[in-house]
């Protein structure tokens, strides 16, 4: 077993055992940017771009299309990044967040954005490397969240080196998709990489989370990685475009290329594009090149926790190993027992609004429920069958062969369905009853803060991955795939929720030891990562919005 596993189950425990430092407060006046910072480089603000008609959030959920694929310009890359990861509003709602009295001042602002993450604290570091295709010269540049605008921090064609790191190579020919290095399927995740010189790059800067976070942190940022992803996936399938994620790559050579070190900041995605008008052509790898501008960061004092540099050595150890195909086999979710009595649910409600409106009204409930409002069965389906769709991950991850993550449901106030405690049945869109009886009394036990009132919930969505099964199977890097499809699955949630106009909370906050024990879960080895709360909110609450996108 390596470090994953004792990491894992301490993640599981710190309910009840709390993992060190124990007494560990934050220096919030001494805190990092939520962004990184590099003064004096070249910026470049990014064009406007319309969302086309018929680009829903039903269809950014739905099965992939028939038909061509379209390619990305600036235009939709720009529009992508702004409705995920730029700023697009202030909001001063009045909620049962413990940060509420601090918000009416500027430098702690809450700005919306259209993806989820942890604590608020979104440590997504995201860098475009764009090759010749790309409209503008050929570099590294970052993205900057609070512009909408990229930095450029290196010039020259460096999307060799990326190839290389991901272990393809351009086609040796247009007749031969193939090509050395590549898969042998023009549209495998290897394949895609292969014909592209376009790519994002995902790294997760450890400090922007572990200063509130400590040693959790490792667990909260690879969630964030997965809400990331998603988002951009629903996005992006809406209007007929593609992402699909590589998670195993030769990261200490990227890093190397990005100039920064893996003990800092790891490297955990990279996205090829299909550019219009691009056309693959070979590019030799750039082993001398490398980002020279640093980050400057802001914090005087910096930390580093043994766990966080123990979960970044363990899971880049071997992360240019990439899996065959159906090697998650052995770890997939189970199945719900057929012999659990069967409620059935209606059909999914359409998810008709589009996909930019969703997202730029996506936001967290913090204890606006209102259980004299249940929550519809229609509702309720629709938010089920979109976590099980965000449960498919794409690119390199294996999950769209093999579903890993199951998903239960704690039902208090939904109309029609009797409160219980349920498993999902994905395929055939069907609850299986577990427990009888109304959750809230357990749920808010079991809750550690205060922004919540659980039992005022309508439902609780709980995703759970044999996790030990996960790193057994592909090695400890598989962690960041577990942690990942499990923020994709709560983007997919928040996303449909938004678009039916239903309240949505996500939270970690909980004990995983007494939701196993509640949901049965020792037999089949799943563990419960996080939970995700639906209902009906208070009509006309107090709040403040200023768009500024």
């Keep these: 077993m390596g470090y994953a596993h004792d990491y894992a189950a301490a993640i599981m425990r710190r309910g009840r055992v ?45 099965p992939a299309h028939d038909g061509p694929e379209r390619a990305f310009d600036l235009r939709t890359l720009s529009g992508m990044l702004r409705d995920s990861y730029g700023l697009t509003g202030r909001r001063l709602g009045v909620q049962a967040n413990t940060d509420l009295d601090a918000l009416p001042f500027h430098p702690l602002a ?24 790309g409209p503008l010269p050929p570099g590294v540049h970052y993205y900057a969240t609070r512009h909408h605008a990229m930095q450029r921090l290196l010039t020259g064609d460096v999307s060799g080196e990326v190839r290389e790191a991901l272990g393809v190579a351009v086609p040796a020919a247009p007749e031969d998709p193939a090509g050395p290095g590549a898969s042998g399927e023009p549209d495998s995740a290897a394949g895609r990489a292969a014909g592209a010189d376009q790519f994002l790059v995902l790294g997760i800067k450890y400090w922007q989370n572990a200063f509130k976070y400590n040693s959790f942190s490792f667990h909260a940022v690879t969630m964030d990685v997965g809400t990331v992803v998603q988002t ?6 809406a209007q007929g475009l593609r992402v699909e994620p590589l998670m195993w790559f030769d990261e200490r050579r990227l890093a190397r290329l990005l100039g920064i070190r893996t003990e800092e900041e ?12 691009a056309e693959p052509r070979p590019a030799p790898p750039a082993g001398s090149a490398a980002v020279r501008r640093r980050d400057v960061e802001r914090s005087r004092t910096v930390l580093t926790f043994d ?3 123990g979960m970044q050595r363990a899971t880049e150890e071997h992360a240019a190993r ?22 059935p649910l209606p059909a999914p409600l359409p998810l008709d609004a589009d996909v930019r409106t969703a997202l730029r009204n996506r936001r967290s409930s913090f204890g606006r429920f209102d259980a004299g409002r249940p929550l519809s069965a229609g509702h309720l389906a629709s938010c089920l069958a979109a976590a099980a769709a965000g449960a498919s991950l794409g690119g390199d991850t294996g999950t769209d062969t093999t579903p890993v993550a199951g998903l239960y449901a704690f039902v208090g106030h939904t109309e029609g369905i009797p409160p219980g405690t349920y498993a999902y049945d994905a395929a055939a869109h069907t609850l299986r009853l577990v427990k009888a009886g109304p959750p809230g009394t357990f749920l808010q036990k079991n809750y550690f803060l205060a922004n919540y009132n659980l039992e005022q919930t309508g439902a609780v969505l709980v995703p759970t991955v044999r996790t030990r099964a996960v790193l057994d199977t592909v090695g400890d890097r598989g962690y960041r795939v577990v942690n990942a499809v499990v923020g994709a699955i709560s983007q997919s949630v928040y996303t449909a929720a938004s678009a039916l106009g239903v309240g949505c909370g996500v939270a970690l906050g909980f ?16 563990a419960p990562l996080l939970i995700m709360m639906l209902g009906n909110e208070r009509p006309a609450p107090a709040d403040f919005r200023h768009e500024i996108a």
Excluded: C
């Excluded at 939520?34 to 039903?58: C, E, I, N, Q, S």
């Excluded at 951009?232 to 399938?237: E, G, K, P, V």
């Excluded at 790891?266 to 008008?277: E, I, M, N, S």
């Design 307 to 309: 766990a966080v540099t």
């Design 18 to 62: 709390p993992m060190p430092p124990a007494d560990f407060v934050p220096n919030w006046a001494d805190g990092p940017r939520k962004t990184k910072f590099y003064p004096g480089a070249d910026t470049v603000p990014l064009p406007g771009h319309t969302v086309p008609p018929g680009a829903t959030v039903g269809r950014g959920l739905g």
């Design 266 to 277: 790891g490297v955990f995605a990279v996205v090829p594009l299909r550019w219009q008008g």
């Design 511 to 526: 004990d995983n030891v007494s939701y196993t024990e509640e949901l049965g879960l020792e037999r089949t080895g799943e």
């Design 110 to 133: 809450n700005w919306s954005r259209g993806t989820a993450s942890g604590g608020g604290l979104y440590p997504v570091s995201i860098y475009w490397v764009s090759g010749p295709s």
């Design 232 to 237: 951009w996936r629903i996005w992006a399938r």
């Design 322 to 343: 990439r899996p065959a195909a159906g090697a998650l086999a052995p770890a997939a979710a189970p199945v719900p027992d057929p012999r659990l009595p069967a409620v």
